[in-house]
């Protein structure tokens, strides 16, 4: 039987090349998006090309009851979910003498409260499989901070400091936690970003360049193989030596 990998904010930028790159490697996709306006059906297509099963699954992941939901039609569909990659994330960038407290909440509530909303209804299906994979996706500024980002970088943060206790609860039962922070990636997320602040940036980045999300995926996909299964708890950066 393949393998079931489910992906959350699944249908554009970072979420979807891991989405296509885990398909390749034979994994039939779960594929989580938030609204009609995400061009889930030719994402869901194109995974279907490399000739494995796709379920396309709408529900936004600060929503605990929608994510229950979620996570039983995902095991109706496929009877397991082998990896779990939560990567549904969003912004709300500015200074915080002007964030007004819903900027702060609605990020944390996305991304890091989302990432405990799936990950707790998908783990007790791995618990009774004695195995699993879950990958988080952080960020570099989780680390290091960002003027502007004080609700992202909290967010991010917190998606570590989750990885690392479910890592040390769950290890006994083969279940590895690990998370990735990627740095400056090409998506529409930074898309945002005047061209000189972008030229700006990869000036200062040691590899010279923005990353592309097939930097982002080629890494969760080896951290959802067998060749990582002696990894969890870590925080792998993929941000082309930015920090270091
Ligand atoms: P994106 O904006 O292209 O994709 C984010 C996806 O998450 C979208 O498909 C969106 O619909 C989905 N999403 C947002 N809110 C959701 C919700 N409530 N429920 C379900 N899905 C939801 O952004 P990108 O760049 O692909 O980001 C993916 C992840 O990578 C995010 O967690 C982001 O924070 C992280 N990241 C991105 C970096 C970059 O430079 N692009 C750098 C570091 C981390």
């Given amino acids: 039987m ?9 249908a554009r930028g970072i979420g979807k090349q891991i989405a296509l790159t885990l398909a390749k490697e034979g ?8 609204s009609e306006n995400d061009d889930v059906e030719n994402t869901a297509k194109e995974i279907e090309n490399e000739n494995v099963k796709c379920f396309a699954v709408k529900c936004d992941v600060s929503n605990f009851e929608a994510c229950e939901e979620a996570v039983k039609k995902i095991i109706d569909e496929f009877g397991q979910i082998d990896v779990l990659v939560n990567n549904a994330g969003i912004t709300k960038d500015m200074l915080l003498m ?3 407290k819903e900027d702060f909440e609605s990020v944390i509530d996305v991304n890091l409260v989302g990432t405990f909303n799936v990950t707790k209804n998908v783990v007790n299906h791995m618990m009774k499989a004695r195995s699993g994979r879950i990958i988080n996706v952080s960020s570099v500024v ?22 690392k206790s479910l890592a040390k609860e769950l290890g006994s039962r083969n279940i590895l936690v690990n998370a990735v922070a990627p740095g400056f990636i090409e998506t529409a997320m930074t898309d945002v970003l005047k061209d000189e602040i972008k030229e700006e940036i990869a000036k200062s980045i040691p590899l010279k360049r923005m990353g592309t999300t097939e ?9 959802a193989s067998k060749d990582s299964s002696y990894i969890t708890g870590q925080v792998i950066h993929i941000d082309g030596g930015m920090l270091m």
Avoid: C, E, H, P
């Fill in 142 to 163: 989780g680390i290091s901070g960002n003027a502007g980002q004080a609700n992202y970088s909290a967010s991010k943060a917190g998606i570590i400091g989750f990885t």
């Fill in 98 to 100: 002007r964030m007004k």
């Fill in 2 to 10: 393949s393998k079931v990998a489910f992906i959350t904010g699944a």
């Fill in 215 to 223: 930097d982002v995926a080629n890494v969760v996909k080896f951290l």
């Fill in 27 to 34: 994994f039939d996709i779960a594929l989580n998006y938030r």
